[in-house]
C-alpha cells in the first residue's frame, strides 16, 4: 500500500521549545488527520482537516492541510514532558457523498521526546 | 462511555496456535478496521469492513481471517499461517460521512514463541 513521507523519523527537544513535523505525499488527499500515540496505547485523534488551505488549533497544536493536497503539518507549541509520544499523520482519499469505508494512508510516525 | 474496546491487552500464544483477538464498539459505525504495528514502523491494513457480512482485504491480509457478523463485533484470527504474527494490533472504527475520523481501541499484543 501506499505510504505518507513523514518527517522528522525523530525528535529530541527541550521543554518549552516548539516542533513541527510534516507529511508529504505524491497523490492527493481530501482528508487529513493528525493522531498522537502514548506507549502500548491506541493512537488518539488530535486535529482533523477537510479542505485544502484549512489551519486549524487545537490548544498548544497547529496543523494545516497544503494548498496542493499533497501535504500537511503539524506545529506544537511549548512543549511539555506529557507532549512525549508518537504522531502519525493520516491522508483520505475519499470525496463528498463516499462511505465511512474509504482507508486511511497513514504516516511512518515521529517519535517526539521532550526533556524537562 | 461510547468507545472501542480490545481484548486481551497482552496475549501469549505458542506457535502453530491460531488466537483470536476481540474488538467490540458501542459507537454504532459501520466501518471497522484491523491494523497491523511494528515497533519503528506505521499502521499497516489487515483487513476492514464497511457493513456487516461484508469484508475485504487491507495490505498484509495473508495469514489471517475475520468475520462481521454484528456491527459491533469484528474479531480478528491469526492463523499459524502468518508468518511473523508477534505485533501490536490495533482495532478502529468509522461513521458514516467522509469527515468522520477513524477512532482506535487500546490495542492488543501478541507474543507468540
Known amino acids: 500500500g501506499q505510504q505518507l513521507n513523514q518527517s522528522p523519523q525523530s525528535m529530541f527537544i527541550q521543554e518549552g521549545e516548539d516542533v513541527s513535523m510534516n507529511c508529504t505525499s505524491s497523490?492527493?488527499?481530501?482528508?487529513w488527520l493528525w493522531y498522537k500515540q502514548d506507549p502500548g496505547e491506541g493512537p488518539v485523534l488530535l486535529i482533523a482537516?477537510?479542505?485544502?488551505?484549512e489551519l486549524t488549533s487545537n490548544g498548544r497544536l497547529t496543523a494545516q492541510f497544503g494548498i496542493t493536497r499533497k501535504d500537511s503539518f503539524l506545529n506544537i507549541s511549548a512543549s511539555i514532558p506529557s507532549d512525549v509520544g508518537i504522531y502519525f499523520c493520516?491522508?483520505?482519499?475519499?470525496?463528498?457523498?463516499?462511505?465511512?469505508?474509504?482507508?486511511?494512508?497513514f504516516g511512518e510516525g515521529t517519535q517526539l521526546t521532550v526533556n524537562p | 462511555d461510547g468507545g472501542i474496546t480490545q481484548s486481551p491487552k497482552y496475549l501469549f500464544r505458542k506457535e502453530g496456535q491460531n488466537v483470536t483477538l476481540s474488538c467490540e464498539q458501542n459507537?454504532?459505525?459501520?466501518?471497522m478496521y484491523w491494523y497491523r504495528q511494528d515497533p519503528g514502523q506505521g499502521l499497516r491494513l489487515i483487513y476492514y469492513?464497511?457493513?456487516?457480512?461484508?469484508?475485504q482485504k487491507g495490505d498484509i491480509a495473508e495469514g489471517y481471517s475475520v468475520s462481521r457478523e454484528k456491527k459491533e463485533s469484528f474479531p480478528l484470527t491469526v492463523t499459524s499461517a502468518q508468518k511473523n504474527p508477534t505485533a501490536f494490533y490495533l482495532c478502529?472504527?468509522?461513521?458514516?460521512?467522509?469527515?468522520?475520523?477513524?477512532?482506535f481501541g487500546n490495542g492488543t499484543r501478541l507474543t507468540v514463541t
Open positions: 493520516a491522508g483520505q482519499h475519499g470525496s463528498r457523498g463516499e462511505t465511512s469505508g474509504s482507508r486511511l494512508t
Open positions: 478502529a472504527s468509522r461513521g458514516r460521512g467522509t469527515n468522520s475520523p477513524l477512532h
Open positions: 469492513s464497511q457493513i456487516v457480512n461484508d469484508f
Open positions: 459507537l454504532n459505525h459501520d466501518a
Open positions: 497523490s492527493i488527499f481530501n482528508t
Open positions: 482537516l477537510y479542505k485544502a488551505g
